[in-house]
């Protein structure tokens, strides 16, 4: 399995941004997909998630100003990010866990597979 994240820049705040991940590699009858974010000597948050059945959930701190998507025919997932904020400023990464069909967990240890992280930067 391979994700690789794409559309981390620097951006005003009250910018707006989309993260993709383009995901291959495995299969699509149970997953969960999420977007992660971790600053500098902090753990790893989850900010969004879809699951197979297009259920979706958002950190209270996303909730309001992002969207996560998927385009199956492209394997890529999206993070929409409106309204952003300084304290967006982080490293965001996608993930994929592939032994549940529903996202019920921000636990990064559930996820068994992670892209390589894309930088956002807002000022």
């Known amino acids: 399995v391979q994700l690789v994240e794409s559309g981390g820049v620097s951006v005003q705040a009250g910018g707006s941004l989309r993260l993709s991940c383009t995901v291959r590699?495995?299969?699509?009858?149970?997953?969960?997909l999420g977007w992660f974010r971790q600053g500098s000597g902090k753990e790893r948050e989850g900010v969004a998630a879809?699951?197979?059945?297009?259920?979706?959930s958002y950190a209270e701190s996303a909730k309001g100003r992002f969207t996560i998507s998927r385009d199956d025919a492209k394997n890529t997932l999206y993070l929409q990010m409106n309204s952003l904020k300084p304290e967006d400023t982080t490293m965001y990464y996608c993930?994929?866990?592939?032994?549940?069909?529903?996202?019920?967990?921000?636990?990064?240890?559930?996820?068994?597979?992670w892209g390589q992280g894309t930088q956002v930067t807002v000022s």
């Open positions: 879809l699951s197979y059945s297009g259920a979706t």
């Open positions: 590699g495995y299969s699509r009858s149970r997953y969960c």
């Open positions: 993930a994929v866990d592939l032994t549940h069909s529903s996202c019920y967990t921000w636990n990064t240890a559930t996820y068994q597979h």
